[in-house]
């Protein structure tokens, strides 16, 4: 779960990483007391929206009086906004952060992410920050500086001066790089962070550091325990198909393939994927419907796969371990007569009940194609599509 710069700057807050001053408006009459509550020179209107690179588009802007800053609010607010971080998609712009402008002398990046090859939380820093980050990631590699925590004893305070020097800091900002590593540390472990990113910390004309942007993402899983955070969730800024997803514990992932999948297992499904990739078709969709699949949260899947109208044929691979085949084939049978299916629907059991649940399917006096083995139901579901 993505949390908004806003959002992200209250724990930063509430962790004593210096940010600085801001007021969030949700209407354009609520600029003028923001931008009078925030003593500057200057102000930056920035749309808040879950994805970064905001700058390049045009979602993050410099004013310097309230002139400017009403024509600046008044574009975006209410407006869309894609980045090369949304991959087309474009994100409605709900709210705008307002934010005093600082004297910045230089621009760093710190993240704190957890790495799936060492299996330990692990900062990643550049001297080298700012919006091109990711252009000196791929042309400029030496400049990445990455340290690995050891989780039996947590970030220690000779990595914290390790950072330091790889960022070049003196005197206080040095003292507080190492306060806002431990800060950082420290909220990753309480809050169920998987990856906490500022991009760019800046070094102030005074010595100072800030966190001039914010990005935080809580692992899912974990956000049973995290109830003060769910709060936070946006679902005007995810997919409306994934956030549906959601609500009924299914595992959905919208792609731009024609060929509906839906399976039990995650290792499954992507080994269904690539086998309609091999024969030629393109997977519309990643679902998992979870080993305790009912007939409901089937039925519900199928309304998930066809919410796409590229969706040509449906291809329904089960393996029934924890969840009976019999079981399946009744939420499949019912979700097409809810829904009215129209396109093709092929269907490959295996496992619990499996005879039962072939029989269930042709009984059953619908369109189904019913498969032997996960490589026919591959061939099958894409000659179908075509």
């Known amino acids: 779960m993505n ?7 209250q724990l930063f807050t509430e962790y004593g990483i210096a940010v600085p001053k801001g007021q969030l408006i949700t209407e354009l009459s609520q600029l003028e007391p923001a931008m009078q509550s925030i003593d500057s020179d200057g102000w930056v209107v920035k749309a808040q929206i879950h994805a970064g690179a905001r700058g390049k588009a045009g979602g993050v802007k410099l004013v310097k009086t309230l002139d400017e800053a009403n024509t600046v609010a008044a574009s975006l607010l209410g407006s869309e906004l894609a980045t090369i971080q949304t991959a087309g998609k474009a994100l409605p712009i709900n709210s705008l952060l307002i934010e005093e402008t600082l004297n910045i002398e230089d621009e760093l990046y710190l993240s704190l992410l957890v790495d799936r090859v060492t299996r330990t939380h692990t900062f990643v820093v550049s001297a080298a920050g700012g919006m091109d980050i990711e252009e000196v990631a791929e042309t400029s590699p030496e400049k990445i500086f990455s340290v690995h925590i050891d989780p039996t004893v947590g970030l220690m305070p000779y990595q914290c001066r390790e950072v330091a020097f790889a960022l070049g800091l003196k005197a206080e900002a040095f003292k507080e790089l190492g306060q806002m590593m431990q800060a950082f540390y420290q909220l990753a472990l309480d809050k169920d962070v998987s990856q906490i990113e500022i991009n760019p910390l800046i070094r102030t004309a005074e010595n100072q550091l800030f966190a001039l942007d914010a990005k935080v993402n809580i692992d899912s899983n974990a956000l049973y325990r995290q109830k003060d955070l769910v709060v936070m969730r946006d679902m005007s800024q995810e997919d409306v198909r994934e956030a549906k997803a959601s609500e009924h514990q299914l595992n959905y ?28 078709g393109s997977p519309a969709n990643f679902l998992d419907v979870g080993g305790g699949a009912t007939p409901e949260r089937v039925a519900e899947a199928f309304k998930l796969i066809l919410s796409s109208k590229e969706v040509k044929s449906i291809l329904v691979n089960i ?14 049978i019912q979700a097409v007569k809810e829904v009215g299916l129209e396109i093709p629907v092929v269907v490959r059991l ?37």
């Not at 079981?327 to 499949?332: K, P, Q, R, S, T």
């Not at 029989?359 to 369109?367: P, V, Y």
């Open 3 to 9: 949390l908004h710069e806003y959002q992200a700057k």
């Open 253 to 280: 992932i919208a792609l731009d393939g024609d060929i509906g999948c839906m399976v039990n297992g995650a290792g499954l499904a992507m080994a269904t994927m690539d086998l309609i990739k091999l024969n030629g």
């Open 319 to 332: 393996f029934g371990g924890i969840v009976r085949c019999d079981l399946i084939a009744d939420g499949i």
């Open 350 to 386: 295996e496992g619990t009940n499996v005879d039962l649940g072939k029989e269930k399917l042709a009984q059953s006096g619908l369109s189904i194609i019913s498969a032997d083995g996960l490589a026919d139901a591959a061939k099958k579901v894409v000659e179908v599509a075509k």
